[in-house]
């Protein structure tokens, strides 16, 4: 076996050397073609510089040998500093630890500054109980204005968006059902007087003896009936949307007018109208929409689960997305006494002032009701990361070291959420920069 071997021992052997002779020539020759080429490079670099900056290239010619062999080898410096520099050999950071633990992060000091320390402590807690809701109008200061008549739309004194005052016109109808109830009126107010002259000639002829005590009680009954008529007339009237003066006047003039003012019940801003020219309209038809807008109601419904939470006079916030979640603080001004059965909710109210018109109604808006402090083990949301689902906090467990352990917290209030399980009183932990420590242990554990 020993002399088959010997013999292939010697061939590699021969091989090798005469591999390394071929490697030792090509370098040889690669090393001579690299420095030739270099070399003449620089000698048109040094007729370049000779033609347009002399001066330089005299004193370089005047410079000793040793200076110009230590420019030669200057860009081979600068390769081979720029390559040990991309392999981070001259790094000099602080090496991070290797930990086997995927929830346990290492810092090194300029990380730390990223992060703020605390323990986890008792502290007053203020439950805040969101809810979605709505901008409505103030229902005590909103009129839906109808017609009092029957009859027919012939002139449009009003648009949307136009304040009016009380009492100010805002249609007017054609209506011949205010006519008859005129002529009935000045009928009823005939008959009213003439009863009433027949009543007084029964008085004069019953004291002569001319008639009997029937017939002047028979003409005073119907003295007081037709009287009672002409009130009922009167009224009539005034449902249909007369005042007394011009009731007045139309007993004293006795003319007849087929036009019914449409009259805005309340001062503010005309935000609806649903008539036109030539409509026909009815009493029950609402024509109208007159609302105060400097105070408004913001309205939500809360789950019959938190109504207990809430009560008449506490404290409560309101943020409106389309006001760039402006927060507009306030008192809870009403709570049902019922939950709706289909919904299963209960309805919240807060009276918002609304002074300068940046608050409109059908705006989305989000309720902020603050409960009654408790004291409870609470930690700040900063300390809080979400994973998997679940929220985490990192604990310190030495100078450079932090653990996130999962924990089971309640609904935050007030930058705080309460702690159901997972942490102790007194335990020390990142308060702020919870977010930077796990971008960290991630990239630890993808060895980046």
Same mark, same amino acid.
């Given at each position: ?47 370049? @510089? ?12 005047? /410079? ?51 992060? /703020? ?169 609402? @024509? ?79 309720? @902020? ?7 409870? @083990? ?71």
């Amino acid at each position: 076996m020993k002399e088959k071997i010997t013999p292939f021992l010697q061939w590699l052997g021969h091989w090798q050397k005469a591999l390394m002779g071929q490697v030792k020539r090509y370098s040889k020759e690669w090393f001579e073609q690299v420095v030739q080429t270099q070399s003449h490079y620089y000698q048109i670099i040094h007729d370049w @510089l000779g033609t347009y900056v002399p001066s330089v290239i005299q004193r370089y010619d005047a /410079a000793p040998h040793q200076i110009k062999k230590g420019l030669f080898f200057l860009p081979w410096l600068v390769l081979f500093v720029s390559t040990l520099n991309y392999f981070n050999v001259f790094d000099r950071g602080s090496t991070i630890k290797s930990v086997q633990d995927p929830n346990v992060v290492v810092v090194n000091q300029d990380f730390r500054k990223m992060i /703020a320390d605390g323990k986890v402590q008792i502290a007053p807690f203020v439950e805040e109980l969101r809810a979605s809701g709505r901008i409505d109008f103030n229902e005590l200061f909103l009129s839906r204005i109808g017609a009092n008549v029957t009859g027919r739309v012939s002139e449009i004194l009003a648009v949307p968006g136009q304040v009016v005052k009380q009492g100010d016109v805002l249609a007017k109808i054609t209506s011949t059902e205010l006519t008859q109830s005129q002529l009935a009126y000045l009928k009823a107010k005939s008959a009213s007087q003439l009863a009433d002259q027949a009543a007084n000639r029964a008085k004069i002829l019953y004291k002569e003896d001319v008639i009997a005590l029937a017939e002047l009680q028979k003409r005073e009954a119907e003295s007081s009936s037709a009287k009672a008529e002409y009130r009922a007339a009167n009224d009539q009237l005034r449902v249909q949307g007369m005042d007394q003066a011009s009731i007045d006047r139309l007993a004293k003039s006795g003319v007849i007018e087929s036009i019914n003012n449409v009259i805005a019940t309340i001062p503010g801003e005309i935000v609806e109208r649903k008539i036109n020219k030539g409509q026909v309209v009815q009493p029950a038809d609402a @024509l109208f929409t007159v609302a105060d807008l400097s105070t408004l109601w913001a309205i939500s419904e809360v789950p019959e689960s938190n109504s207990y939470l809430i009560r008449k006079g506490q404290k409560a916030s309101l943020l409106i997305p389309a006001l760039r979640n402006q927060e507009i603080e306030g008192t809870v001004a009403h709570v049902d006494s019922i939950v709706n059965p289909q919904t299963r909710t209960v309805v919240v109210r807060m009276e918002l002032p609304n002074k300068e018109g940046l608050i409109k109604p059908g705006m989305l808006a989000t309720m @902020l009701i603050e409960s009654q402090s408790i004291d409870k @083990l609470v930690v700040p949301v900063g300390a809080v990361v979400r994973e998997d689902n679940h929220d985490h906090v990192f604990v310190r467990i030495d100078d450079d070291l932090y653990r996130m352990v999962p924990v089971k917290l309640g609904v935050e209030g007030r930058g705080y959420r309460p702690v159901i399980s997972g942490l102790k009183e007194g335990q020390e932990i990142a308060i702020d920069g919870a977010y930077h420590l796990n971008t960290e242990r991630k990239r630890q554990l993808s060895g980046g």
